[in-house]
C-alpha cells in the first residue's frame, strides 16, 4: 500500500520540519508549503490525503484558505493553531475543518488525529452495524449493546449517540449536534445536549465521571471515541 | 475622581451659575443686603474653583465683580460707587475673588502631581516585582533546556545511555513548566487587554468538575479528592472554558501549598440564585496575616516553593469577577483553607428538559 501524503501548509520553518521528521518516521510522506498561496498549488497539483491547516499564515487568512480549499478538496483538513481563542476554532469547524490541534501539541496526540481522521475518511458508508471495544450499535434494529448487555436508550439519545458514533475520533460543535439531534428551534439551547449528554454517560461509560467515549471539548463540542485504547 | 467637561461647557457652567446666583441676590436683597449679595457671589466663585480651569473661573470673578457693582453697589444700574467704603469692598471682592481661584488651582495642581508620583512610584515597584519574577520562571526552564541541549549536541559520545535519557527528560518537564509560565501569562494579559468577553452557555457542573480533574490526574495522584454535587443541582449559565482555568488554577494552587495525601475537597451548589463552589483540603492553611493579599497580582507566600508566577489566583479572581461573582479564601477552625466562589447567574433546573 502507497503511504498516505500529508501537506503542512504553515509560515514557521521550526513547525514544518518537526512536523515533517514526526510524519516521515511514522511512514508517511510529507509535503510542504509555507504560504496560503503555495498550499492551494500543491492541493491542486498533488492532492494529498489529509492537510494541517495553520490558521494564523502571512499571506492569507486561515479561514479563507480553509474556505476556498473545501470548494473542490473533501480529503480530511486539520486545523493547527496557536490560537485558544473558541470561537475561532468553532469557526473552523463549521468552515469544514474535520479537527484542530493547539500549538503547543504532543506528537502522540498528533498521530492519534491523523490516523482517526484518516481512518474516517476510507470508512464504508452504509455500515449496518458498528463494533468498538466495550459496545456495539446495531444500526438496523436500533439495538445498542454495552459490555454485551442491551441499553435501553430514548429517541433522543438513540440518535445523539448514533451521531456521535458515525462520527469515531472528530469533535463536533455543539450548534452541530443540537441542529441534527434536536431541529433548528433548538439550535442555540445547549441545556438539551448537557442532560441528554450526561444521561449517555450514565449508559454507555465505565465511569461517567471519567468518560472515555464522550470527550468534552471545553467550549468547543463533544467528541466520540469508539476505541479509547487505540486513540 | 470626575472628569473635568470640556472648556466650553466650563464656561457655561460658570457664567451660568453667577448670573443663577446674582439673580438669587435680587430676590432676597431686601433681606441679606447687597453686602450679603457680595459674599454669596465670592462663595460662588470659589465653588466653581474647585472644580473647573483656572480661565472660565477667572471670567466668573471679572463677571461677578461687575455685576455686583452694577446690580447691587448704591446707586444702582451704574457703574459708579457711591461712597469710598463701597470702593474698598469692590477692591477687595475682586481681588479675594482672584486670589481665591488662582490658589484653589494651584492646589489642586500639586495634589494631582504628588497622586501621579505616587502612582508612578508604585507601578515602578510593581513591575520591578513582575520582573524579577518573571526572568526567574521564563529564564530557569529555558537555562535547562539550552543546558541540556548543549550537552546532547557537543558532547554525545561522553554521555551514556542514561544520562541522555535523563537529559532529554530535563528538556521535556521544563518545557511544560514553561508552557505553563506563558500559559498564564497570557491568560492575565487577555485580563488586563480589555479586549477580554466572556461567553456564557449552560454548564453541567459536574461536567465541568470531573473535567478539570481528568486534566488534573498526573498532578493529584498523591492526593485524596472527594467531590459533593447534590443530585439535583441545576444546569447554569457560565463561560465553560474560563471555569475550567478558575478550578484548574485553585487545585493546582493546593498541591503546590498541601502535603501529599492530602484530602480536598469539591462541594458546588445552588444557594438562591447562586453558584456556590467551594475547594477545600485539610493542609496546613495560609499564614493569618498573608490570607488578604494571596490574590494579588505576582503575590507569592513567603518561602513558597520555585515554580509559580504568583498569577494563577489573580487569574482566578478576574474570571470570576468576569462573571460578576466573588472569590475569598478562609483558613479552617481545626486545619486547611477553604476558597468559595459565588457566582451570580441564571440556573435551569433539568426534569422539566427530560423527555
Not at chain 1, 449496518?128 to 459490555?147: C, L
Not at chain 2, 446674582?22 to 474647585?50: D, E, K, P, Q
Request: charged share 25%.
Amino acid at each position: 500500500m502507497n503511504k498516505p501524503s500529508i501537506l503542512v501548509i504553515d509560515d514557521e520553518h521550526q513547525i514544518r520540519k518537526l512536523l515533517t521528521i514526526t510524519l516521515q518516521s511514522n511512514n508517511y510522506s510529507v509535503l510542504e508549503a509555507s504560504t496560503g498561496k503555495e498550499g492551494i498549488n500543491s492541493v491542486s497539483t498533488h492532492p494529498p490525503d489529509l492537510i494541517l491547516l495553520d490558521l494564523g499564515l502571512p499571506d492569507e487568512n486561515g479561514h479563507a484558505i480553509l474556505k476556498h480549499l473545501r470548494e473542490w478538496f473533501s480529503n480530511p483538513i486539520m486545523i493547527i493553531s496557536v490560537q485558544t481563542n473558541e470561537e475561532d476554532i468553532v469557526k473552523a469547524l463549521d468552515n469544514g475543518a474535520n479537527d484542530y490541534l493547539i500549538k503547543p501539541f504532543r506528537t502522540g496526540e498528533l498521530l492519534a488525529r491523523i490516523r482517526s481522521a484518516l481512518r474516517d475518511a476510507r470508512k464504508e458508508p452504509n455500515n449496518p452495524e458498528v463494533k468498538f471495544e466495550d459496545m456495539s450499535i446495531d444500526f438496523a434494529n436500533r439495538v445498542v449493546k454495552k459490555d454485551g448487555a442491551a441499553v435501553k436508550l430514548t429517541a433522543t439519545e438513540y440518535s445523539l449517540l448514533s451521531l456521535l458514533a458515525n462520527n469515531d475520533g472528530k469533535v463536533l460543535t455543539h450548534r452541530y449536534l443540537l441542529h441534527q439531534v434536536w431541529g433548528v428551534a433548538r439550535q442555540n439551547e445547549s441545556q438539551y445536549l448537557r442532560v441528554f449528554i450526561a444521561q449517555l454517560r450514565k449508559k454507555i461509560e465505565s465511569d461517567p465521571n471519567r468518560p472515555c467515549h464522550i470527550i468534552t471539548e471545553s467550549g468547543i463540542g463533544y467528541r466520540f471515541i469508539g476505541n479509547p485504547s487505540t486513540f | 475622581m470626575f472628569s473635568r467637561p470640556n472648556l466650553k461647557r466650563q464656561f457655561l457652567i460658570s457664567v451660568g451659575l453667577v448670573l443663577t446666583i446674582s439673580l438669587l441676590g435680587l430676590a432676597i436683597l431686601g433681606i441679606v443686603g447687597y453686602r450679603g449679595v457680595a459674599f454669596m457671589l465670592l462663595v460662588t466663585v470659589s465653588i466653581l474653583a474647585m472644580f473647573l480651569d483656572i480661565v472660565p473661573v477667572l471670567v466668573s470673578a471679572v463677571l461677578s465683580a461687575l455685576i455686583w457693582d452694577f446690580f447691587f453697589i448704591p446707586p444702582r444700574f451704574t457703574l459708579t460707587v457711591g461712597t469710598a467704603e463701597d470702593r474698598l469692598l469692590l477692591l477687595m471682592y475682586f481681588v479675594i475673588a482672584m486670589i481665591n481661584a488662582a490658589l484653589t488651582n494651584k492646589i489642586r495642581k500639586i495634589e494631582k502631581a504628588v497622586k501621579e508620583g505616587d502612582e508612578k512610584e508604585k507601578s515602578v515597584k510593581f513591575y520591578n516585582t513582575l520582573l524579577n519574577s518573571l526572568s526567574h520562571e521564563l529564564r530557569t526552564p529555558i537555562t535547562t533546556i539550552l543546558g541540556s541541549t548543549d550537552n546532547l549536541q557537543s558532547r554525545s559520545e561522553k554521555l551514556s545511555e542514561a544520562d541522555k535519557a535523563e537529559l532529554i527528560n530535563e528538556i521535556s518537564v521544563a518545557s511544560i513548566r514553561l508552557n505553563q509560565q506563558v500559559e498564564n501569562l497570557l491568560n492575565m494579559s487577555r485580563l488586563e487587554s480589555g479586549m477580554f468577553h466572556i461567553k456564557k452557555d449552560w454548564c453541567d457542573i459536574n461536567e465541568l468538575i470531573y473535567k478539570t480533574l481528568q486534566r488534573l490526574e498526573p498532578n493529584l495522584q498523591r492526593y485524596r479528592v472527594a467531590v459533593e454535587i447534590p443530585e439535583q443541582l441545576p444546569l447554569f449559565k457560565l463561560d465553560f472554558g474560563l471555569m475550567e482555568q478558575v478550578i484548574y488554577n485553585l487545585l493546582i494552587n493546593v498541591t503546590q501549598h498541601t502535603p501529599e495525601d492530602t484530602l480536598i475537597t469539591i462541594q458546588a451548589d445552588c444557594v438562591r440564585d447562586k453558584l456556590v463552589l467551594t475547594i477545600a483540603d485539610n493542609g496546613t492553611g495560609f499564614p493569618e496575616g498573608e490570607l488578604d493579599k494571596v490574590f494579588e497580582k505576582f503575590y507569592r507566600l513567603k518561602g513558597a516553593p520555585t515554580g509559580g508566577t504568583g498569577l494563577g489566583l489573580s487569574i482566578v479572581k478576574g474570571f470570576v469577577e468576569a462573571h460578576r461573582g466573588n472569590v475569598r479564601i478562609e483558613n479552617l477552625p481545626v486545619r486547611g483553607s477553604k476558597f468559595t466562589i459565588e457566582i451570580p447567574t441564571e440556573k435551569t433546573y433539568v426534569n422539566k428538559l427530560k423527555e
